[in-house]
């Protein structure tokens, strides 16, 4: 054991030691995403990456980050070229669903690796992309699971956008019991309160909730 973990050192040591002096990444979030916690975490990973010399010993990792206008593919292409011109050798994100997929096809076609965390409608296997969201069959197993370790009878699922039942379609047609009743609602800010009125008259008191993390504040109030 003892001489496996030495291999793998002198491995991992002797490609950090072919590694260039400086390693530029690009990012890509969108406008409402700046100083979010999202942009933080990459900034930050790239702190502790520099400072734990023992990873690269012998190379400093910079970012290039540029924020785009949300839903605007055509702008958010044309950044990340900019980017790829200024020879950064991977690309991490955007994370919006509709962005997302025009960076990988980018970076799939000048062989870039691409570093992504976004719901992915159609995982397959893409040879230079790493998504790092869970995917979404894993996500309903997993409320699945725990609806039944609670014993979750009466659930009420709350979503949004469209999108957010097509997530869910999988939970909602194979319940983890066929004695669960699922009562689906789609709501925003502005029909929270009528939607868990009704909720509330059915007696229901376990949620499901897909909506945007910004109107959360406003759901609670709603809730209360």
Same mark, same amino acid.
Not at 58 to 75: A, C, E, G, H, L
Not at 187 to 215: C, M, N, S, W
């Given at each position: 054991?003892?001489?496996?973990?030495?291999?793998?050192v002198v491995?991992i040591t002797?490609?950090a030691m072919?590694l260039p002096?400086?390693? /530029?990444i690009?990012?890509i979030?969108? !406008?409402?995403?700046k100083?979010?916690?999202?942009e933080?975490?990459?900034?930050y990973?790239?702190y502790?990456?520099n400072?734990e010399?023992m990873?690269?010993?012998n190379?400093?990792?910079?970012?290039?980050i540029?924020y785009?206008p949300?839903?605007?593919?055509? /702008?958010t292409?044309?950044?990340?070229?900019?980017?790829?011109s200024r020879?950064v050798?991977?690309?991490?994100?955007?994370t919006d669903?509709l962005?997302g997929?025009?960076i990988?096809?980018?970076?799939e076609?000048?062989d870039?690796p691409?570093?992504?965390?976004?719901?992915d409608f159609?995982?397959?296997?893409k040879?230079f992309s790493?998504?790092?969201?869970?995917?979404?069959?894993?996500?309903?197993?997993a409320?699945?699971d725990?609806?039944?370790?609670?014993n979750?009878t009466k659930?009420?699922?709350?979503y949004?956008?469209d999108?957010?039942l097509?997530?869910l379609?999988?939970?909602?047609?194979?319940?983890p019991?066929?004695?669960t009743?699922?009562f689906i609602r789609q709501?925003g800010p502005?029909?929270?309160?009528q939607v868990?009125? !009704?909720? /509330?008259?059915? !007696?229901?008191?376990?949620?499901?909730i897909?909506?945007d993390?910004?109107f959360m504040?406003q759901?609670? /109030?709603?809730?209360?």
């Amino acid at each position: 054991m003892a001489l496996r973990y030495a291999l793998i050192v002198v491995m991992i040591t002797s490609a950090a030691m072919s590694l260039p002096p400086v390693i /530029r990444i690009g990012a890509i979030f969108t !406008e409402d995403q700046k100083d979010s916690p999202s942009e933080l975490a990459f900034k930050y990973a790239v702190y502790k990456i520099n400072k734990e010399r023992m990873i690269l010993p012998n190379t400093t990792v910079v970012y290039d980050i540029q924020y785009v206008p949300k839903d605007d593919s055509f /702008r958010t292409s044309k950044k990340a070229c900019k980017q790829l011109s200024r020879s950064v050798q991977a690309i991490f994100g955007p994370t919006d669903s509709l962005l997302g997929p025009h960076i990988q096809s980018i970076c799939e076609a000048l062989d870039v690796p691409h570093i992504e965390a976004r719901l992915d409608f159609e995982p397959s296997f893409k040879e230079f992309s790493i998504n790092l969201y869970p995917a979404q069959d894993h996500l309903n197993r997993a409320f699945k699971d725990l609806m039944t370790f609670l014993n979750w009878t009466k659930v009420a699922i709350i979503y949004e956008e469209d999108f957010g039942l097509f997530k869910l379609q999988d939970l909602v047609k194979s319940p983890p019991s066929p004695k669960t009743e699922m009562f689906i609602r789609q709501a925003g800010p502005g029909t929270y309160r009528q939607v868990l009125k !009704e909720i /509330r008259h059915k !007696e229901i008191y376990k949620l499901i909730i897909d909506t945007d993390p910004r109107f959360m504040q406003q759901f609670f /109030r709603a809730a209360s």
